[in-house]
Nanobody, 114 residues
Framework: QVQLVESGGGLVQPGGSLRLSCAAS????????MTWYRQAPGKEREFIAD????????NYADSAKGRFTISRDNAKNTLFLQMNSLRPEDTAVYYC???????WGQGTQVTVSS
């Protein structure tokens, strides 16, 4: 069974950094494009970034460009999101997602506050 387990969220001050991880299991991780989404309270879930199966092609939402970096380690079946220069408006639950067959993780909370 496909499992996506996010970790690395927490409370951080504005301007700080966090690195999210998504441990994948139950499928051949290296064959799939993967994405990160987030959902803030009272808002729709929004796309943040995606990465192709070998990691050579990435795409970012405007809100993430220049601050966030998506990456992957196919040997460890893990997806990452490095988030720098965090802002209060980045506060949300962050989700790992496999678009093929629409699999989602349970999410990890990121709170940016002083």
């Amino acid at each position: 069974q496909v499992q996506l387990v996010e970790s690395g969220g927490g409370l951080v001050q504005p301007g700080g950094s966090l690195r999210l991880s998504c441990a994948a299991s139950g499928f051949s991780f290296a064959y799939y494009t993967m994405t990160w989404y987030r959902q803030a309270p009272g808002k729709e879930r929004e796309f943040i970034a995606d990465i192709n199966h070998v990691g050579g092609i990435t795409n970012y939402a405007d809100s993430a460009k220049g601050r966030f970096t998506i990456s992957r380690d196919n040997a460890k079946n893990t997806l990452f999101l490095q988030m720098n220069s965090l802002r209060p408006e980045d506060t949300a639950v962050y989700y790992c997602h496999r678009p093929v067959a629409n699999y989602w993780g349970q999410g990890t909370q990121v709170t940016v506050s002083s």
